[in-house]
Every structure is written in C-alpha cells, then in structure tokens.
C-alpha cells in the first residue's frame, strides 16, 4: 500500500495555513528535520528597487563543508537589513563575503556572483584594500587599536591619502566622530588611548574609525552583545541616524533588535536563507514554517 506523505509544504503554505496545520511543539524539532534541503528555495523578494548590492547564487564552503547554499538577495541602498537564525546557520559567514573577510581563512571557498554597484567584488582583478573601505566592518567584540582616540579614527584616511594636511585630517577624525555620536564626549581626550574608553565608547569608536574612509556599505556583526542595555540603545539609535548616509547591514541574536533597527530582515537556517521581507511582515506574518518557528522560539 501506498503511504500518504503527510509532511506539511513548507514553501508553499500561507501563514494563516501554517497556524492550522503547524506541529505540535514537541514535534517541532523533528518536523524541521524532515523539510528537504531541495524545497528551501527562499520565500520572499528577494529584490529591491534600487539596490547597492546583489548577490545571486552565492556558496560558501570551508574545505569539504558547505557553510552557506545558494544565496541570493539584494541590499538597498540607505535601509538596514538585519541578518537572524540560530547560532551556525551563515549569518555571519555571509556578511564577511560582502567584503571578502573570508578570504583571510585558507580553507574558506566562495563562488557565486557578488555585485557593489555593479562590480563584481570577487573578479580577479578587485583590489581587497579600497573594497573593505568601501564595505566597513564593525564586529562583535569593539577592537579599537592601541592608539590614541585620535589616531584610530585617523589612522585609514591617512593609509588611503584621503586628507591632504593636518587640518582636513582634524575635520575627517571630528566629522566621524561627530557621526558616532562619540565627539562630545571625547573632544577633550583624544589624545588618550581609545582602549581606555568604555565598551560602548570603544564600539562607537569602532563606527566612527570605520565612516572615517567614506563607506558606502557598512558590515555589523552582532555589534551589540557585549554591550549594556543603555549602550545598546546608543547604538541602535545610532544605526537609525547612519542609514541617511549609509546601507547598513546587521547580524543579530536579538529578534526585538532586528524589529526595532531595521526595514529588511533575512532569515538563515543551515546555511539557506529560508526568507527575507519588510520587518514587520516577517515578525507578524512569517509565510515559511521554520521562521514561524524561530521567531515564537520553538528553536534557537
């Protein structure tokens, strides 16, 4: 006799459809086990009108792993768009091929196209100096330099000749701090060490040694979770200030972060994006399954 498949269609099913036919929570873990890799095409568009970046088909492999599975999503410009999922889905490992971060691991191989305003950044010829200007990184831990506040936000204009003299060097480094929302409250000290700052402090810095170079695209890399609830909500006010200028990518644990800072989000899973929408779509009206369930907290 014929069995019956009776595992729901998870790509295809609505979310008012997926509330009537969803497992229970104790069977949760194993229905997701069941959804076959082949129907995890992304749910949601995945364009944007006017985008800063595109990314189509993109693999990521460490050695013999597959650590991210055919990727594709537009970035627009001046939006931030967060990037959630639980701990190991590619997250991270994507935002680091924005700038070819991941060219620094050995056994890291990325394949798939990769356009910054219409330039492939991975064609042979890219120089990876002026891209990682181009597409700034702020990263989980702040990591100012051992330098003095000055210095760190200086030190890149200087190595990319973006100043001419003292003074314009003195208007770049008060300008980013400016934009850090940091130059009140270091005016007076910048000649300290930026370590000496607090954590905050250090990952405003952080942002505004990264605006120094004139960025189009900026990379943050869960930037908030060593931080405090107060210097957190700095940040994110700050995050909502820089998308004037800036297309603003975010990694995030925190599913109330990615509500509240951005207009785009993208949920990973297993190295597939398994959807991407406007925000408050995606938190209300989720139409995959496995977002259902990550953002209710049925897995995380």
């Given amino acids: 006799m014929k069995m019956q498949n009776l595992e729901p269609d998870y790509e295809n099913m609505t979310f008012e459809k997926s509330l009537e036919k969803r497992p229970d929570s104790t069977d949760t873990e194993k229905s997701r086990d069941l959804v076959p890799r082949e129907l995890r095409d992304t749910v949601g568009d995945i364009t944007v009108p006017n985008p800063r970046m595109i990314c189509r088909g993109v693999n990521v492999y460490y050695g013999e792993k597959q650590a991210i599975r055919n990727v594709s999503i537009d970035i627009g410009r ?6 959630i999922g639980p701990s190991g889905c590619g997250k991270s490992t994507f935002i680091r091929c924005l700038n070819r971060m991941n060219d620094t691991i050995d056994s890291c191989r990325v394949s798939g196209e990769i356009l910054l305003e219409g330039v492939n950044i991975y064609d042979k010829n890219i120089d990876v100096v002026p891209l990682r200007a181009q597409v700034g990184m702020v990263f989980q831990k702040p990591n100012p330099f051992p330098k003095s506040i000055y210095d760190n936000v200086a030190y890149g204009p200087k190595i990319h000749g973006l100043a001419r003299n003292k003074s314009e060097l003195d208007e770049i480094v008060e300008t980013s701090l400016l934009k850090a929302g940091l130059w009140d409250e270091v005016k007076d000290q910048l000649d300290h060490l930026g370590t000496s700052l607090s954590g905050g402090q250090q990952q405003r810095l952080c942002i505004a040694r990264t605006i120094a170079v004139s960025p189009e695209v900026i990379l943050m890399d869960e930037p908030c979770s060593a931080l405090d609830p107060i210097a957190t909500a700095i940040i994110e006010d700050l995050i909502d200030e820089l998308k004037r200028q800036y297309t603003i990518t975010i990694v995030t644990h925190s599913m109330q ?9 993208a949920f990973f899973h297993l190295g597939d994006l ?17 977002t259902e369930d990550y953002i209710t907290g049925r897995f995380g």
């Fill in 78 to 83: 001046n939006e931030v768009i967060a990037m």
């Fill in 274 to 290: 398994i959807e991407v929408g406007p925000t408050p779509r995606i938190f209300t009206r989720p139409r995959h399954q496995l």
């Fill in 257 to 265: 972060q990615a509500s509240r800072v951005s207009q785009r989000t």
